[in-house]
């Protein structure tokens, strides 16, 4: 984006005004008692998960560096979680299973202003992912992990470039999508006959957030989101910048770092009153809670700010919601993308009908 001062438009729903051991038989031989013994400790002194994103004294840094795996994987303790749908319950009883960050076979490990994100194999046309690694596992193995899709474009001013990103003209441009999801969980286009400021048409706006043979290439995204004084937080703001396509996709495009690109996130949470989920960052972003739109951030733009307050949004407590969050990074010189969020999240994303 621009490199302009943030810009600040509170949005909150319904107003104006804009995360016991067995004994051991005696045995006579003390070398017998010697090895019984080693047996039983060392799993235990080998085991030793730390949590990621416990605080925010450790600001995310387990992911230090980037590249290919960057320089250390962390062990994370994982919650259980069992997802029974609209009443279902998240159970935080057990903490055995363990996965780490970054995720196999994830590569651009970036440790950002807070918390982490990586960049996952390219998505297939069948919907899988392809490549090396992947998630794999069981779901809800994840603990403060959120996987989704980033879609890389061409830029409008390279040979079969998208009209949409890089030469759209700039501003806030609400009103593109309309206020529901379609069947398939998906942004529709406000305007049927016609454009909006920043954007060129149906046809091509059902392309940011759809796979499009030579259009676009999907791969998988993690973050890595840290708890901060009780909110769950992912923030890759200026100077450390989202740009988890840099160098893959169709590349950089002659820039220091890849801009054209979609996110798309799916997770769903247990409502219980009083969370809020605030958004920062550019260009476009739409957030939808139980399929209706909650923030509307369009339009290619400086970075901005939005935020919702769920109480206002009628829904039952104990209840599980749906949660969809649309992004596009649309142009040069900046990428910023921030969540804040005190929702409980019953799963680590939702790609593809894969709830990780």
């Avoid at 440790?111 to 998505?123: R, V």
């Avoid at 609400?174 to 454009?195: F, M, Q």
């Amino acid at each position: 984006m621009v490199n302009r001062s943030q810009n600040e438009l509170p949005l909150v729903h319904g107003e104006r005004g804009l995360a016991p051991l067995r004994p051991v038989p005696q045995r006579e031989s003390g070398v017998a008692w010697l090895c019984a013994a080693v047996f039983l400790i060392l799993p235990f002194a080998c085991h030793n998960p730390s949590p990621v994103g416990g605080s925010s004294s450790d600001n995310g840094n387990s992911g230090n560096g980037s590249g290919t795996g960057g320089d250390s994987a962390t062990t994370i303790s994982l919650p259980s979680v069992s997802n029974g749908g609209s009443s279902g319950t998240t159970d935080t009883s057990s903490t055995t299973p363990v996965a780490t960050w970054p995720p196999s076979g994830y590569i651009n490990v970036t440790n950002s202003t807070t918390g982490d994100y990586a960049l996952g194999p390219q998505i297939s046309d069948s919907g899988s992912a392809t490549g090396s690694g992947g998630i794999g596992g069981p779901p809800s193995k994840c603990s403060d992990m959120l996987f989704g899709v980033v879609r890389d474009f061409k830029m409008g001013n390279q040979s079969g470039g998208h009209p949409d990103f890089e030469t759209a003209p700039s501003g806030l441009d609400t009103g593109i999508v309309e206020s529901t999801l379609d069947s398939d969980g998906k942004p529709v286009y406000a305007h049927t006959d016609g454009k909006t400021p920043s954007t060129t048409g149906k046809a091509n706006f059902d392309q940011w957030y759809r796979d499009v043979a030579d259009v676009n290439m999907p791969f998988m995204l993690a973050l890595h989101m840290v708890n901060v004084s009780g909110t769950s937080t992912f923030s890759a703001v200026k100077p450390k910048y989202f740009f988890p396509l840099d160098g893959q996709g169709f590349g950089n495009q002659g820039e220091d770092h890849n801009f054209s690109f979609t996110t798309e996130l799916h997770t769903s949470f247990i409502y219980k009153g009083g969370e809020t989920f605030t958004f920062i960052g550019d260009d476009d972003v739409w957030v939808f809670i139980d399929k209706k739109l909650v923030i509307d951030l369009g339009g290619r733009h400086a970075q901005m700010n939005a935020s919702v307050r769920v109480d206002s949004l009628g829904l039952t407590a104990g209840n599980a919601y749906d949660l969809a969050v649309f992004h596009a990074e649309r142009h040069t010189t900046e990428s910023n993308f921030q969540i804040q969020t005190t929702l409980a999240f019953t799963d680590c994303g939702q790609v593809n009908g894969v709830i990780y």
